[in-house]
């Protein structure tokens, strides 16, 4: 008489939990440290090589920070958690007072046209932090994921725009949605593109140095 051998039970698959390791608070530290320091410096590039001389290299200035850069940077370098934490940092020292956004910082600050383009960097800074590491490095995977990060930025501060003009809690001042739309997206992005790829270029150097 032929006894079945009892079938063996696979072992409930437990889900991944959230862990946040000292790399991640390392690299989130690195990353507020840039994007306070990426805040105050104008994005320039170099002019042609002709232009050159030997006592100068003329600049041209972006119209941007290298603000969103550092999002990004961090985001390419350091992952997704180490991105975020950095970001929420970032928003919770302006909120407190402390002057490291574009002009000044303090609660009343939420009242600015562009704060919802700070409240972006949180998302921003997740997904392309999310993105860069779904595949082995590579300068066109890098490129997408700072471009994912600075749509979302431009799309969660456009709509800030528009529900604050709607519901009235955003200080517009002189200007028009329309204008501050042009101000706060519009003018700003040729430069922001320049420097998002500038930091996929530097992301994938930095990358392949450090062997990760």
């Not at 032929?2 to 939990?17: A, D, G, I, Y």
């Not at 969103?68 to 928003?91: D, F, P, R, T």
């Not at 704060?115 to 066109?140: D, N, S």
Request: charged share 10%; aromatic share 14%.
């Amino acid at each position: 008489m032929m006894t079945r051998t009892p079938s063996r039970q696979r072992p409930p698959v437990r889900p991944k939990r959230f862990r946040i390791t000292l790399t991640d608070m390392l690299w989130a530290l690195i990353g507020l440290m840039l994007t306070i320091g990426g805040t105050l410096l104008r994005a320039t590039i170099a002019g042609a090589p002709w232009a050159w001389t030997p006592q100068a290299v003329p600049l041209h200035f972006l119209g941007t920070s290298y603000q969103i850069g550092a999002v990004l940077l961090i985001g390419c370098l350091g992952g997704k958690n180490a991105a975020v934490m950095s970001q929420i940092a970032y928003l919770a020292l302006g909120l407190a007072g402390f002057p490291v956004f574009s002009q000044g910082g303090g609660i009343q600050y939420m009242s600015s046209p562009g704060f919802g383009y700070l409240l972006g960097f949180v998302p921003a800074a997740w997904i392309c932090g999310y993105l860069a590491f779904r595949v082995p490095p590579r300068l066109e995977s890098l490129a997408f994921s700072g471009l994912c990060g600075v749509v979302v930025i431009h799309a969660i501060g456009i709509l800030y725009l528009i529900f604050g003009s709607i519901f009235r809690w955003i200080n517009f001042g002189e200007q028009s949605l329309w204008q501050a739309f042009l101000s706060y997206s519009v003018n700003l992005l040729p430069g922001q593109m320049a420097v998002t790829c500038s930091v996929a270029v530097l992301a994938f150097v930095l990358r392949r140095v450090m062997f990760y």
